[in-house]
């Protein structure tokens, strides 16, 4: 065996050195066990209750899309975002559909379910994806850990139960990876041919493209790639021609995944979309301060430590201690050469989304494994340190790893029990507790969750005709038809035209999340000239004001509109 093959072996490879002699680690039967408990209770958490929320608009969008495909064939539609997840969406619902011909009205799929129940699988299973390349690169302790928090963060968990790209980006790029590893560990410690690990790896980033247009994270595996290319010992070596096929693989697979991207149509929304003109609002709501929300904005948008922010406060305590504590063990060779891996994922993170003007909080689903993989090797650290200081004790010490382990990720559980089902204003006790949720990330927090109690409560009301303004008038419409309230004419508040044709008794939808520069001053004079006609909650935090006009309270409305 090569200096560099046996230096790869050492820093991951063998799990022996990760496991402090613990049982677990040894026995393959105990770690399938055990990956299997925890996907099938991550999918649990994910899929509990997965219509308790209505939809967003943008997974309106996505249904939309998808109630296109199925009435036109392939067609952009929702076109500035490539096909992969729609199509599995499709799927879904075609599914969902002929299971509800066969059941009984209590028992059939809701729409939302259906719709986001394809990330909740996708979500789950990337416990296991998560293990393997932890396991190649920091042994099974650490492997397992970073599984079971990933299982349970409430975040994570949040994050999969939305109709939204991320989590099969996410998915794409780690089952790549898992890939990329074991073709390194191959080309390095044995003489078989790795060919087939890269060409796999190939195609997931071909899957990975078309689930999301962020062809760049390639870069990740291939900056680690590089970083041995100029050690003389290294076996890992692709050459030129592999490169060209590795990069064809990728492309044929990209087109038969999402063939759309074919259309010119396609073409017409992405570049709306690269433009800004896709976005509908003008702001977005970030610790009770507006923000300009476009990607050109840079450092005059959303603020660089957003996501700072976001890990201080929206992660179980327990989980930002520890890697609190892994984060600098990054920076020791001691730690070995999978260092390299987490620490180009987190730069290349940092680069794409950490400037940018324009930022949602569910971008953070594809550098969390890194965050709850270096929480694990800070678990682990801790855990042998303090069972160091306990040196005098023969037995006990030999526990107390498996003990600070089994501490957090209980601590993740207990935080998804309370959190659930509406995960996402889960708020740790740094960032104030759950008195706090919905004030830090309003938008991402709700995400229109209210939207179709508050359309089912209007339609009960409302007069024939009747307008209701909101910042999410298309989805406002497609519940009202739900509701049975066709009639029910849904306009844009921040649209100065279409409020200038308010009546009294007409109702203002005022979401928490969807305050902008355009309807900042219509907000602010309607709460000092009206009381809520209602008061609705996600969960027990407060979520929609609905107000409904009378002469007095239009009067103030249409002189902030002018």
Not at 120 to 144: D, K, N, Q, T
Not at 185 to 204: D, G, L
Not at 458 to 475: F, K, T, Y
Request: charged share 15%.
């Amino acid at each position: 065996m090569s200096a560099r093959a046996e230096a790869i072996v050492t820093a991951g490879l063998r799990p022996e050195r990760f496991a402090g002699g613990g049982v677990l680690a040894n026995s393959r039967t105990l770690v399938f066990i055990t990956l299997a408990i925890l996907v099938l209770t991550g999918f649990g958490f994910r899929v509990a209750g997965l219509s308790a929320e209505g939809l967003s608009e943008d997974e309106l969008n996505k249904l939309n899309a998808v109630a296109d495909y199925r009435a036109n064939g392939l067609t952009g539609a929702n076109g500035e975002h490539p096909m992969l997840m729609k199509a599995l969406q499709a799927t879904s619902i075609i599914l969902s559909e002929k299971w509800n011909s066969f059941v009984r009205p209590e028992n059939r799929i809701a729409p939302e379910t259906a719709l986001r129940l394809p990330g909740a699988i996708a979500g789950a299973l990337s416990a296991i994806l998560i293990y393997l390349i932890a396991a190649e690169l920091f042994g099974v302790e650490v492997a397992l850990i970073a599984a079971a928090l990933w299982a349970f963060d409430p975040m994570g968990i949040g994050f999969n139960r939305v109709a939204k790209e991320d989590t099969f980006l996410l998915f794409f790029f780690l089952l790549a990876n898992v890939f990329w590893l074991r073709g390194q560990r191959v080309a390095e410690s044995t003489n078989r041919n790795p060919n087939r690990y890269y060409w796999a790896t190939a195609a997931c980033y071909g899957a990975m493209v078309a689930s999301k247009y962020v062809p760049h994270f390639m870069a990740i595996s291939w900056c680690y790639y590089w970083v041995f290319q100029q050690l003389p010992e290294t076996r890992w070596r692709l050459g030129k021609k592999r490169l060209v096929v590795f990069l064809a693989i990728t492309a044929v697979v990209f087109l038969i995944l999402s063939p759309t991207v074919l259309l010119p149509e396609t073409w017409r929304q992405m570049g709306l979309f690269a433009g800004g003109k896709r976005v509908s609002h003008d702001g977005y709501e970030f610790m009770g301060q507006l923000y300009t929300q476009r990607l050109a904005d840079w450092l005059n948008g959303i603020p660089v430590y957003f996501y700072f922010v976001f890990t201080a406060v929206k992660l179980p305590l327990l989980t930002v201690v520890g890697f609190v504590i892994g984060l600098p063990l990054l920076f020791r060779r001691k730690l070995g050469d999978g260092r390299y891996f987490l620490l180009f994922w987190f730069l290349l993170w940092v680069v794409a989304f950490i400037f940018s003007g324009g930022k949602f909080t569910r971008y953070y689903t594809t550098v969390l494994p890194a965050v709850l993989i270096t929480c694990a090797l800070g678990i682990q650290f801790a855990g042998r340190w303090i069972a160091g200081r306990l040196a005098s004790f023969a037995s006990p010490k030999h526990y107390v790893p498996a003990a600070l382990a089994v501490i957090v990720v209980a601590g993740a559980v207990v935080s998804s029990i309370q959190a659930a089902p509406h995960f996402r204003l889960f708020m740790n006790s740094l960032g104030g507790g759950m008195e706090w949720a919905g004030y830090y990330f309003p938008h991402d927090e709700f995400y229109d969750a209210s939207m179709r109690e508050t359309i089912a409560a209007i339609a009960g009301r409302a007069q024939p005709g009747a307008r209701v303004a909101s910042e999410s008038p298309s989805l406002a419409s497609y519940y009202a038809e739900r509701s049975e309230r066709r009639d029910l004419v849904c306009i844009s508040l921040s649209d100065p035209a279409a409020v200038s044709q308010l009546r009294p008794g007409d109702f203002i939808i005022v979401a928490r999340g969807r305050r902008y520069f355009s309807n900042d001053s219509l907000i602010t004079a309607l709460r000092a000239h009206s009381t809520p006609l209602l008061d609705l909650k996600l969960g027990t935090v407060p979520s929609v004001k609905v107000y409904q006009l009378d002469q007095p309270s239009l009067d103030a409305l249409l002189g902030a509109s002018r």
